[in-house]
């Protein structure tokens, strides 16, 4: 059968774990075509490919450079380590890919982050820093409440992410490995920071997300625990705007729980959100592991909100943490054949590195740092 000329032809780079997620949204289309993936062990790739029921005509490279020097591709899915973000990106900007979707966090640092920018620009290139939390269903209606002020003036948000040691997915210790180096993984450039600047870039997009404000200044403090920096702790505050009832404060806490079990069907780790406005308070629970018995018990809705004397729960969600890779893959789709800026674009997801790279510098240094006096 031959190819709509309109189908947009789609490359991903990297099968590990979290291809299974990523790939969900590009399945099932009638407008895209996955024509190719690149691992640098054929094997697994080759595994995905089955286990996804593509195309037998889906060829299979161990360079991505090779892959999009050969293949006419409309869309290319980077999902490498973090230090590898940038070099890939550029290498699909100079052959003009119309989208190129990267997973978080954008680059290692910000010098990374505006080349990465500057090819895209140059090249007309969609950029978009892949991001599904904001488009979890459940989530998705507590930014539509927000912007409707239906719980006032936003003054304080509280991030928890708790992150058990089994429940979910088996990952290999092999998958690991590169995010025990503080060159692949990024942040403190002694020990890296694998919890900060992987697992918490989602925490950082949400505090900045929920907000829609600019952030004056961040305080961290991170421990040491298994080789990795947690728990930790991070306060920031917005600058201030004349027609906000009270200042904007936020903060984030990641904590390793070695014995906790978190029932999930992907990775053991959740999060609970909680927003503070002017004449009420909302409850977000649960993401990553949305979905199980938690979920379905009274007393951890997915959305909860205490207004004018009341208490309203929300439970009717697609409460399954694939639907926010499926509806964020999706907007960017949409985002490519419109021709129109993602959620995030490479200015916004800049933004959030810079934000994230002063609470792992705060950390480091014990002090506070302002956003502003935050550039190379």
Known sequence: MAMKSDMLKVGIIGTGTIFDLNVLGYLN???VKITCLCNRTIKKAEEKKEKFHLEKTTSIYCDYKEMVDEEDLD??????PHDLHADATIYAAKKKIKGISVQKPMAVNLKEADDMITACKNSGSILSIFENFVFAPHIMKAKELIHKDYIGDVASIRIKVAMGSHGGWEI???????????KKVGGDPKKGSPILLDNGWHAFTLGWWLFNEEIEKVFAWTGAFQGLDTPAFVMWKCKNKKD????KYGNMEFSLMPEMKIPSRYYPTDEFIEIIGSRGLMKINQCTSIGNEMTSSEIFPPLMIVRDGKVETYREFQNDWKYSFINATHHFIDAVKENKPPMLSGEQARYILKFNLAAIQSSITHEDVYLDELEE
């Open 29 to 31: 289309r009638d407008d």
């Open 75 to 80: 869309i290319v899915v980077i999902l490498l």
């Open 172 to 182: 290999p210790e092999s998958a690991n490995k590169w995010r025990k180096d503080p």
């Open 244 to 247: 906000h009832l009270v200042p």
